[in-house]
Every structure is written in C-alpha cells, then in structure tokens.
C-alpha cells in the first residue's frame, strides 16, 4: 500500500514562493503516475499538475501554467511542486496522488487516482 505525505504548505504572501514536498513510502515510486490536486473551500478538488514515471511527460492546469513546476527523485522516493507567484486564488489545501496507469493528461483531467495523500494547506494573504 502506498503511502504519501505531503509537507511545505503555509501561510504566504501573493507574489510569494513554496516548495511542495510529496514523500512516498511502501511502494516503488517510478511504478506511479504522480500528480498534485488542490481543493479549495466550497469547489471541486482539480488536477493542478501530474507527471509520468520517468517525467519525460508533465501536465499543467492552464491556471498554474508558467507558475508552477512538477518534479520527482524515483530515488529518493520524492516529489515537488515548486510553486511561484502565487495568487490568493491559490489557497487551497494541496493534495499529493499516484496512480499505477493513465496518461498524465487523465490523471490530473479525470482524477483517475490510486493513492491520496493528507494534504497540505496554502494559503497566500495579504
């Protein structure tokens, strides 16, 4: 069973700057899928970004495009979000995911998920 924690999540100013971690236990990260999702008080939880086994492939929801940036480490059983200039419209609690099989597109676009994690609270205030 895998299991992922979130951390980095915080109270930050809009303009500001956090680095998401997403570290993964009981299983073999390259194996997954992995994305991050957000879900704000009152809305959906969305697909924010996702990116293939080996990351030769990343997904971008067109609001966070340019702003935000996927990573992984399969060896260090690691995965980031850096995210940049980050608007009040950001807050959300982010969520970490794997999923053994979809492309990065259906993942984040269709939720098709495995594993949650716990997620972690961004809140960007003035």
């Known amino acids: 069973q895998l299991q992922l924690v979130e951390s980095g999540g915080g109270l930050v100013q809009p303009g500001g700057s956090l680095r998401l971690s997403c570290a993964a236990s009981?299983?073999?990260?390259?194996?997954?899928?992995i994305g991050w999702f957000r879900q704000a008080p009152g809305k959906e939880r969305e697909g924010v970004s996702c990116?293939?086994?080996?990351?030769?492939?990343?997904y971008y929801a067109d609001s966070v495009k340019g702003r935000f940036t996927i990573s992984r480490d399969n060896a260090k059983n690691m995965v980031y979000l850096q995210v940049n200039s980050l608007k009040p419209e950001d807050t959300a609690v982010y969520y970490c995911?794997?999923?053994?099989?979809?492309?990065?597109?259906?993942?984040?676009?269709?939720?098709?998920?495995?594993?949650w994690g716990q997620g972690t609270q961004v809140t960007v205030s003035s």
């Open positions: 995911a794997a999923a053994s099989s979809p492309t990065v597109q259906r993942m984040c676009v269709s939720t098709d998920v495995d594993y």
């Open positions: 009981g299983g073999t990260l390259s194996d997954y899928v």
């Open positions: 990116i293939s086994k080996r990351a030769y492939d990343t």
